[in-house]
C-alpha cells in the first residue's frame, strides 16, 4: 500500500470524529458543497484550525472521509447516509431555494426575451413554477413572479388579437 492510498476503514470514529462527519453531513446536505475547514472550527467550536486538519486527515486515514482534489471545499464523506436520497417532504433547503428560484428567473428571463413569440404553452409553464414555488412553501419567491407573469399574459393576448 502506498502513502496516497487510504487504509481499509477499520476502526469506528471517536465521538468527536463522528461529531465531525455528522457536522461535514448536514453542511453539505444545507448548502451543496463541503464546508471550510474555518466553518468547520467555528461550527464545532474548536479552538485551531489545526485541530480540524488532525481529524480530517485521521478520517482520512480511516476511510470516513476522502478529498476529492486538493483544493478548498473539496471534502466527501465515504459511506454518506446522505448518498441516493428519496424525497421524504417538500421542505426546501436554504440552497435549493437559492437554486429554484434562480431556475424560475431564467425561464422569466427567457419568456420575456421572446417577447411577442410567446405562445400560451410558454404562459402556462410559467404558471407551473409559480404555482410549484408556492406549494414548495416558497410563496414570497412564487408571489414576486406574480406580476412579470401578468405583464407576459397581457403581451400575449394583444399580440394574438
Do not use: C
Amino acid at each position: 500500500m502506498t502513502m496516497n492510498e487510504p487504509e481499509q476503514k477499520t476502526i469506528r470514529p471517536t465521538k468527536k470524529q463522528r461529531e465531525l462527519l455528522e457536522f461535514i453531513e448536514a453542511f453539505i446536505a444545507e448548502h451543496g458543497y463541503s464546508p471550510s475547514y474555518r466553518e468547520i472550527m467555528t461550527g464545532l467550536t474548536y479552538t485551531s484550525v489545526a485541530t480540524v486538519a488532525l481529524h480530517v486527515n485521521s478520517l482520512i486515514k480511516r476511510g470516513h472521509l476522502r478529498k476529492r482534489d486538493h483544493s478548498a471545499r473539496s471534502l466527501e464523506l465515504v459511506n454518506s447516509s446522505n448518498a441516493p436520497q428519496k424525497i421524504s417532504s417538500n421542505v426546501v433547503m436554504p440552497a435549493e431555494e437559492k437554486w429554484l428560484v434562480e431556475k424560475v428567473e431564467h425561464a422569466f428571463v427567457q419568456a420575456e426575451t421572446t417577447g411577442s413569440e410567446l405562445k400560451q404553452t410558454g404562459i402556462d409553464h410559467l404558471y407551473v413554477l409559480v404555482g410549484a414555488l408556492k406549494i414548495l412553501g416558497l410563496e414570497g419567491a412564487g408571489q414576486s413572479f406574480v406580476p412579470r407573469l401578468s405583464a407576459l399574459k397581457k403581451a400575449s393576448e394583444s399580440n394574438s388579437q
